[in-house]
């Protein structure tokens, strides 16, 4: 039971280079979300969805893009990364309702120079 | 929208019962109250979660006071392994497309002292 899996663990850019980073969960769960958390800090929404074809906002979505197409998969894009964006990335998932839990990725490491 | 506030950090003597607590004094009648954990740089962790009554599982307990306007974990014997940031969060926070968003504040770095 994978749960859910984000790709890659480490990465570096330069500044201006674009990037995808892949979350996957195998436990057919309806809600996806991306945080970004800096050091130090606590964990800041980015972009969230309740299911394929369905996105919103969250507390810091300038720079990102999301799209989800399948339950299974919700990738965020960074079109041209700043280092500002220089944090660590977590995924999440959940059921639908009112009374289930996030279950959360290991995180990326991103470092943009 | 609820909101939630905890102590920015606390420090528990191993073996003793460490007491974290959370004000959420917006919570509205149907939000749940959701206590997380993140140790060192790994993902959250599920801890508990409970609407009115008292809650306990194989971690933590969880009490809500009458007006359920403050909550407090406990975790009845701190180990070195529950040194972690520890975060309070109420049902999701409804977004613009009428769906909800789970958000996170700063947390509770609980140090558990040898």
Same mark, same amino acid.
């Given at each position: 039971n994978a749960g859910v899996t984000q790709t890659p663990k480490f990465q570096v850019l330069k500044t201006g280079q674009s990037m995808t980073l892949q979350c996957a969960q195998?436990? !057919?769960?309806e809600y996806m979300s991306w945080y970004r958390q800096d050091p130090g800090m606590g964990l800041r929404l980015i972009h969230y969805s309740v299911g394929a074809g369905i996105t919103d906002q969250g507390e810091v979505p300038n720079g990102y893009n999301v799209s989800r197409s399948t339950t299974e998969d919700f990738p965020l894009r960074l079109l041209s990364a700043a280092p500002s964006q220089t944090s660590v990335y977590f995924c999440a998932s959940r059921r639908g309702g009112a009374n289930e839990k996030l279950f959360f990725g290991s995180g990326t490491q991103l470092s943009v120079l | 929208d609820a909101k939630t506030t905890q102590p920015p950090s606390m420090d528990c003597a191993e073996g003793r019962a460490a007491n974290l607590p959370c004000n959420? %004094?917006?919570? %509205?009648? !149907?939000e749940y109250v959701y206590w997380y954990r993140q140790i060192h740089s790994q993902g959250p962790q599920y801890i508990i979660h409970g609407l009115k009554n008292n809650e306990t599982n194989e971690m933590a307990s969880l009490i809500i006071t009458e007006d359920r306007k403050s909550s407090t974990l406990i975790l009845p014997h701190a180990t070195l392994r529950d040194t972690a940031v520890y975060y309070c969060i109420v049902r999701p926070v409804k977004g613009t497309s009428g769906t909800y968003k789970y958000i996170f504040g700063t947390g509770t770095r609980l140090k558990v002292l040898a």
């Open positions: 195998d436990m !057919n769960h | 959420h %004094s917006t919570i %509205s009648g !149907n």
